[in-house]
């Protein structure tokens, strides 16, 4: 593997020891010993950055950091931030602030600041806030290990934010837990460019992995980490494979091939990128998911052009006509963006048509929020917060009736669900589980002490509404399916 700056070079590496006097594990890097310590993560933002999250503590666990939920028993702290939209900025920025008072309290805290805005912004951080030790970017989280080094060398105050420029991204999957699910980084970046989005500067280029060596990544967590569930993730998962003329359908179909993967899903999807090929593919993939998260941004053709979108609500429409033809079992949803700079109130009944007609599943939505560095940070006639969120609550509102109308359609099926986890509700003890189709069941034990984590389980749905889903339960497969079929 050729090294850049965002994968290891050949500095010291990390061997362990157990001490003769303590018998304690002692992980020697370089010429520093680390002694067994614990890390405390906040982790804001996508579904990457929680990925991202997992490689950094899986790293960190070779050298002698373990994973803490309590703050006061932390010996380094760290951010792993979002710069998506203000909301997450706003609480990080205000929890950063406290940890002014947590190292008072603490003599030798570490904190550290990773990910979206420390790679626009790390500089000013480490500046700004006296008592941050080290900021680093999203493309150097494979060198955590020799960034702490440094911070406990004493050499604290830095910011790194290059880029990896090795010829391939290259890596190899790294997961911090014992469940069946992964998440597996595909593609990073993205070369799009919407007016209003801050990942091309936050994430950089899009490059992709060679499908090869993504196949052989996913059979070594099939056959050595048990894993039966894998998520594809990128910015823009269905541009994947471009520059090495591979494609995401072509890997979905040899990810077909490994026994023992029950389910494989993929996200986020630009519909710009959907091509017939891949739309086949949901139609003959029988691990595949039969459900697809494509976000639409608005139903209005001219704010998609202000947005640079490249596509117009009738080709997205056309795709979800096709997809649904592909496969007629397959459930679909979308990210809204509302009040975009300028949006007429007619803009936004166009986005409110969309959803009459696309019927989705669920969708995301969030107000139009101001990036700086993006081309709408320049546009005329921001909208104000009043009627950004307004518009907001009108889209939730009018999907919500949209969605409690297709959920009632579940009553009298039964699904297979992989169980995730139990919670009370209304004082009574039920699991819950996602099915094929991304939707989340609650099902009641046929006793209190049953354990069904991780089981494969069939569900019959016997009431459901816009928001939740209950159901009984029909079949208990345990940990392991014997059949590929879902
Ligand atoms: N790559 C995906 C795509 O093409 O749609 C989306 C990735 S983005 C991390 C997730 C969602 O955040 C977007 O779909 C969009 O709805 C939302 N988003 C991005 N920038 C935003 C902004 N400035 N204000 C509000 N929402 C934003
Ligand atoms: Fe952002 Fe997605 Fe557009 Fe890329 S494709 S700029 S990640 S919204």
């Not at 008072?104 to 420390?118: D, P, T």
């Not at 077909?256 to 739309?279: A, F, M, Q, W």
Request: hydrophobic share 35%.
């Amino acid at each position: 593997m050729s090294t850049g700056l965002g994968t290891r070079g050949a500095g010291p590496r990390e061997e362990s020891f157990i001490d003769p006097v303590s018998g304690q594990k002692i992980v020697k890097m370089g010429d520093m010993e680390f002694p067994p310590r614990k890390v405390w993560m906040k982790t804001f933002g996508c579904q990457m950055n929680y990925h991202d999250s997992e490689r950094i503590l899986s790293h960190l666990s070779d050298l002698n950091f373990e994973h803490t939920e309590e703050l006061d028993q932390a010996d380094m702290v760290l951010f792993n931030t979002c710069a998506i939209r203000d909301l997450s900025n706003n609480k990080f920025y205000s929890q950063l602030g406290e940890m002014k008072h947590a190292k008072k309290k603490k003599n030798g805290l570490v904190v550290g600041v990773g990910g979206c805005v420390a790679q626009t912004e790390g500089k000013e951080l480490v500046k700004k806030y006296k008592h941050l030790d080290f900021a680093f970017g999203t493309d150097v989280i494979d060198t955590i290990n020799d960034m702490v080094f440094r911070v406990y060398a004493g050499d604290n105050k830095f910011s790194i934010n290059s880029w990896d420029r090795s010829e391939n991204f290259s890596i190899e999957t790294k997961i911090a837990h014992g469940s069946p699910q992964a998440f597996v980084n595909i593609i990073k970046g993205c070369n799009k460019y919407c007016t209003y989005c801050i990942v091309p500067y936050t994430r950089g280029k899009e490059r992709s992995r060679k499908l090869d060596e993504v196949v052989t990544d996913i059979k070594k967590l099939v056959e050595y980490q048990g894993i039966q569930e894998v998520t594809l993730l990128g910015q823009n998962v269905n541009s994947y494979g471009k520059e090495n003329n591979e494609s995401l359908a072509q890997l979905l179909m040899e990810l077909e091939k490994i026994n023992g993967l029950e389910l494989v899903r993929y996200t986020t999807s630009h519909p710009y990128d959907v091509s017939d090929e891949l739309i086949a593919v949901h139609g003959s993939a029988k691990k595949l998911s039969k459900h697809l998260h494509l976000p639409v941004q608005s139903g209005s053709a001219t704010v998609l052009e202000r947005m640079h979108r490249e596509y117009t609500p009738e080709h997205f429409l056309g795709l979800l006509e096709k997809l649904r033809k592909a496969n007629p079992e397959i459930v679909l949803s979308t990210d809204i963006i509302a009040g975009f700079v300028n949006e007429t109130d007619e803009e936004h009944r166009d986005t409110l048509k969309l959803l009459d007609i696309a019927q989705f599943d669920f969708i995301y939505a969030y107000a139009y929020s101001l990036r700086a560095k993006t081309r709408a940070e320049k546009m005329e006639d921001l909208l104000k917060d009043e009627i950004r969120f307004e518009r907001l609550r009108e889209i939730q509102a009018h999907q919500l009736k949209i969605q409690d109308k297709i959920r009632q359609s579940m009553v009298g099926q039964s699904y297979r669900v992989l169980v995730e986890d139990f919670g009370t509700m209304g004082g009574t003890k039920k699991w819950k589980g996602r099915t094929n189709c991304n939707r989340i069941v609650h099902f009641k034990p046929l006793n209190e002490e049953m354990d069904y984590k991780w089981h494969w389980v069939d569900v019959l749905v016997n009431s459901a509404t816009a928001l939740s889903c209950q159901g009984e339960l029909l079949v208990d497969h345990g940990r392991r399916l014997n059949t590929l079929n879902h």
